[in-house]
């Protein structure tokens, strides 16, 4: 039988047969999959080998694409895509936490995972207690059920001890939970000295070009299995488009920090240099960060908020970005911006004034940075 054209328009979705494929993969947007029999859709749905690709909130090729790649740079067996950092965020504590649970967590945090600990967590149930970077292993005693820490803080610039906090966090029988957005697997696999659970922003350096939204969980199989199940169920995966630019950005993070780190060590030692500036937040050679010390530093302007003001106004090249991570150099005032969800006596407490400026090193040439932060500097 002829089928009227209505049908016709409306299945025109078959695949076209071809002895060679695309050396990129394609972004599949489908929503739902089709089955042929009841038996093959039924073990789909308990987990089956097809579970990939049957509706897209469980998973996607696009997402288990940027699972693996992930899961393989940062060597923990396994990983999970979500929607963003703080979907991870999302998906890690309501995979791993159970009511009465006890969190100690570094004080110096990103303002986002800072304000979900701070507000959130105790709905769960759970008790939080945040201490300074040097007082984390000290404050890791049995009964501790995870540990949150930051590689690289935000947007302070420390370095977590991460073997200390692992032997301290092994001892306890906690889970040790490593966001490692500023360091990226290029510099630092947190697994290696006794992470559990390590997670990105993927909005970030994995991306580089500042047009996706997403978020990494890297840990094994079985430790992931309840945020996998948790994050089916209540849809906080990535979507195909973001894993797919995710992906591609990949490709070229080691270019991109190697780059960026170099004109880092230049900005930083611009900036210890200029008496208008009275601290500069970058880190020393330490075994953690290898081979370079990477893209993120923070420094302290004096004249406090007026001076960040005019700093910001005054760039040209630099742009006044509440991101990071990008192949251009950005700046950001995390009092204004990352960290505007804290009091100002939590600021204090941090160690966050408002003369405090976050820098993000692009890749650009480095005569460019330091005249366009030289110029910006002398309008202070
Ligand atoms: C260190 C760090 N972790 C997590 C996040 C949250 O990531 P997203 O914005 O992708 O949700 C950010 C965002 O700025 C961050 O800087």
Known sequence: MRRGRATIATHSHREIESVSRPVVPPITLASVYEFGDLDTLLAAYKGGKSAWS??????????????E????LEGTGDALACASGMAAVLTIFSGLLGKGDRIVAQRDLYGGTY???QNQVGRLGAEVTLVDGEDLPAAIVPGTRIVVVET??????????LAAVGRAARRAGAILVVDNTFATPILCRPAE??????FHSGTKFLNGHGDAVSGVICASRKLLGPMRAFAAGMGTGVSPLDAWLTLRGLKTLGLRVAR??????QVAALLSRHRKVARVNYPKPVRYLRPHRGPMLSF????????AARFVRACRLIRLVPSLGDVTTTCTHPARSSHAYMSPAERALVGISDGLMRISTGIEDIADILEDLSQALAKV
Request: avoid cysteine.
């Open 300 to 307: 302290e302007l004096r004249g406090g908020l007026r001076s």
């Open 69 to 72: 790649t992930m899961a393989a």
């Open 260 to 265: 960026a780190s170099d004109n880092a060590v």
């Open 193 to 198: 000295w006794g992470a559990d659970v390590v």
């Open 54 to 67: 049957f509706y897209r909130r469980f998973g996607h090729s696009n997402g288990r694409l940027l699972e």
């Open 115 to 117: 304000a979900y600990l």
């Open 152 to 161: 690289v803080s935000n947007p302070l610039i420390r370095v977590a001890d």
